[in-house]
Nanobody, 116 residues
């Protein structure tokens, strides 16, 4: 059974930082591209960042470039999202996604709230 479990969300002031983690089990982690998405109520889920499986190349949404960093630890089957200089508009539920050749898997999400 495949599981993706996000953690690290919470309440932070504008300008602050958070580090999200997504730990996976039940899949061969190193073969999957890993992505972080975010969603606010009544809006579509937005792709935030991706890290490619074979070369660890990264891609970011324009809205987070220079502030967020995605990374992965294949030995721990975990992907991270370091979020710095957080803004109120970063408030959302954050989800990780494992993207495989034949199937994709989602975590349950972790809430990030940026507010003073």
């Amino acid at each position: 059974q495949v599981q993706l479990v996000e953690s690290g969300g919470g309440l932070v002031q504008p300008g602050g930082s958070l580090r999200l983690s997504c730990t996976t089990s039940g899949l061969t982690f190193r073969f999957y591209d890993m992505s972080w998405y975010r969603q606010i109520p009544e809006k579509e889920r937005e792709l935030v960042a991706t890290i490619i499986s074979h070369d660890h190349r990264t891609e970011y949404a324009d809205s987070v470039k220079g502030r967020f960093t995605i990374s992965r630890d294949n030995a721990r089957n975990t992907v991270f999202l370091q979020m710095n200089s957080l803004k109120s508009e970063d408030t959302a539920m954050y989800y990780c996604k494992a993207v495989g050749r034949r199937e994709n898997f989602w975590g349950q999400g972790t809430q990030v709230t940026v507010s003073s």
